[in-house]
């Protein structure tokens, strides 16, 4: 059986004026399906990059990745928007919510690439809230919650297509204690019904909750 993130020998470079910027350095790392990692690494160490790689949102500028089998690079702009939509579920540190929307309705935007009719996409999104304790506040706006409901219904948009993979980008970085370790709660339940779940951290108290910890510096893993 293949691992659902299986990375060889990834680098990636960026131009920047008068310089090229060498992200990853030759990362290789493997991943099984219902594991949690945490990555962990100094800032300019590369560990976002690889997230972004890992959710299908840029491309390596040389080595291979297969997410759950298929080669990406040798998909379309539309295929790997497909695959995002799919099978990837996205939590980040400022929450990416549409103001101007309700939290209902922010959580069904990754319908966009599924052909489901409204009403089944608002039953499954209000499903996801129900799951993250958000049920009673679907019709507000974002700018009516407070962080840690904002970071809960973007764990709900993430869990709403019932994706294989949840990458997480700090996603505690903007919330006091108590909230961060409600929210780290919810991530450790996702993983005890088999979700893969991959989070960037500072926090060894996050880090400590996974499975796993991938340590990187220098676009390069140092041990995992």
Known sequence: MHPIIHAQNLHKTYAEPGKAVHALKGVSLKIEKGESVAIMGPSGSGKSTLLHIFGCLDKPSSGFYHLD?????????NELSRMRSLKIGFVFQRFNLIPQLTILANVTLPFIYQDLNRSDTNDLAQNALA?????????????????????RAAIARALVTDPLIILADEPTGNLDSATAAEILALFVALNRHKRTVIIVTHNMQVANSCQRIVNMIDGKISHS
Do not use: F, M, W, Y
């Open 69 to 77: 089998g298929k080669d990406v690079a040798c998909l379309t702009d």
């Open 131 to 151: 799951q993250v304790g958000l049920g009673n506040r679907i019709h507000h706006k974002p700018n009516e919650l407070s962080g840690g409901e904002l970071q």
